[in-house]
């Protein structure tokens, strides 16, 4: 397809894991990027993983590549209250960026 | 270090008026994107700016212009407002080429436009 692609809602349990999963367009993307989006407010980079890598961990955070499926996801473990937001993958398309729709997780208490 | 900032927050005006939105990109960076965020949809680029030419456009019509600065900040103009245009308006920021990550690009808290 033509476009970055995202699930658009997911609900979990505090204190549960997250698994958040983008399909990506562009095979030579050099880096892909996670952004979280709180309401009401701007983009926050909230990590990225350079193309020649499968995992990154940071912190709570594990970002898993498969570049032959070109398939990108965000596990966010223990996950809090305070990661309700709206989650986008990304990837630069030349001097752009091409996001996803966006994927609107809720954590219930 | 302050990072990339915008106003004003929010504004609220009539089909076709102007609107003129601004920006300062984020310390140490001299490139700046525009993007427009529709409700409940992903951000949309609409342009950017280097060395205060436009480097590359979106899909967006020329009642979209903007400008940028010597110091880097830039404005996002658009005429002939149409209800469509009612969004977030975001811009980022980023280095160039001898920046770590160059591609990486770093948002402002976005422009709420209302369009009534």
């Known amino acids: 397809g033509e476009d970055v692609e995202q699930s658009l809602f997911l609900s979990v349990r505090e204190g549960d894991s997250s698994v958040i999963n983008c399909t990506y367009t562009?095979?030579?993307?050099?880096?892909l990027y996670w952004y979280k989006q709180e309401p009401g407010a701007g983009l926050q980079l909230l990590t990225y993983i350079f193309s020649n890598m499968d995992m990154k961990q940071d912190q709570r955070l594990t970002v898993l590549l498969n570049k032959k499926d070109k398939h990108l996801s965000l596990r966010i473990a223990d996950t809090q209250t305070g990661d309700s937001a709206i989650y986008f993958c990304a990837e630069p398309g030349g001097n752009d960026m091409r996001f996803g729709a966006g994927t609107r997780l809720t954590v219930k208490p | 270090d302050a990072g990339v900032t915008q106003s004003p927050t929010h504004l609220i005006k009539t089909r076709g008026q102007q609107v003129t939105l601004r920006c300062s990109p984020k310390?140490?960076?001299?490139?700046v994107s525009w993007y427009q965020q529709a409700l409940g949809q992903g951000p949309q680029f609409i342009f950017q700016y280097y060395e205060e030419e436009e480097r590359q456009r979106g899909n967006f019509p020329d009642r979209f212009s903007g400008h940028q600065f010597p110091n880097y900040s830039s404005e996002l103009n658009v005429n002939a407002l149409l209800l469509g245009d009612s969004a977030l308006y975001l811009c980022?920021?980023?280095?160039?080429?001898?920046?770590?990550?160059?591609?990486?690009?770093?948002f402002g808290p976005g422009t709420r436009l209302t369009v009534l």
């Open positions: 310390s140490g960076h001299d490139t």
């Open positions: 562009d095979s030579s993307s050099t880096y």
């Open positions: 980022a920021s980023s280095p160039l080429a001898g920046g770590q990550f160059p591609d990486t690009q770093y």
